[in-house]
């Protein structure tokens, strides 16, 4: 995802010079063709996350298009006030991408876990929240971004994340798109994870369920029509995603359910509290409770 997102980036400064990537004294190795090639569309603001949206924001006010890239942790929490004040209260083109979504930093603790981020961002005025499922719609994604006239919060898994569209992918912002078609449940997920929704369908309907899929690509504006037809054409409603289960893509999904009294079986598997033990990606998510089985077993409960 990350090389996907630089890629695009590339090309939207090389076509105008009002585009312009800052980053808090991270990546700096990742960004060394975009520096080399645009150094003048190109700032370092330092460990100083708030003072970079602010920063941004003022660049939006005299025309420019900020890119403000930085770890999703550091950005969302420690720059909150100036993401409410600066660049969402304002209206500011200023365009946030947050990289190491969910638990992808798995060596690197919870402090650098990004696990709240669509709470907390989700209530922000006049803000487009973007949660890429893969490369290519990260791609898409971004090109969305650049042409919104307003604030837009990219969450960005690292890198090497599988590819699960073909080149005909058809990208609409506040579109769910569904991946797979089933009629005994819906899986309705977001971001990266949605790899691992995936391999635990092959296994689901081996045991002869039949799963549909749904991926939510953008968390603001929120597809509501989506989650209202497979509510009543399925009935039974999983939501998998990398972030608590407080506030993210389950309670958005939740929302609409309550709101339309719709007569489903729903449930959320999500992290609770906090992401606990150490290891690489997968485990992580395994010790979570987000692992492929956990997929499975979540399923399986409901059907029963």
Known sequence: MRNAYLETLYELAGKNKNVF???SDNG??????????????????????????AMAAGMASQGKIPFAYTIGAFLVYRAYE????????QNQ???LIGIGAGCSYSLLGPSHHTIFDLAVLRPLPNLTIFSPASPREVRAVVKAAY???GPVYI????????EIYDKNYCFEVGKGVQIKAGTDITLISTGSIIADVLRATKVLERDGVSVRIINIHTIKPFDREIIIKVAKETGKIVVVEEHSICGGLGTAVAEVIAAENLNV?????GLNDYVKEYGNHEEVKAMNGLGEKNIYRAVMDLLK
């Open 21 to 23: 990537a800052i980053i």
């Open 28 to 53: 700096a190795i990742v960004y060394d063709k975009y520096r080399q090639d645009f150094p003048q569309q190109y700032i370092n603001a330092g460990i100083s996350e708030a003072n970079m949206v």
């Open 82 to 89: 100036f993401i409410l004040n600066d660049v969402c209260l």
């Open 93 to 95: 083109n200023v365009k």
């Open 147 to 149: 042409n919104v006239e």
């Open 155 to 162: 969450r960005l898994g690292t890198n090497r994340e599988p």
């Open 265 to 269: 079986k729903f449930v959320k598997v």
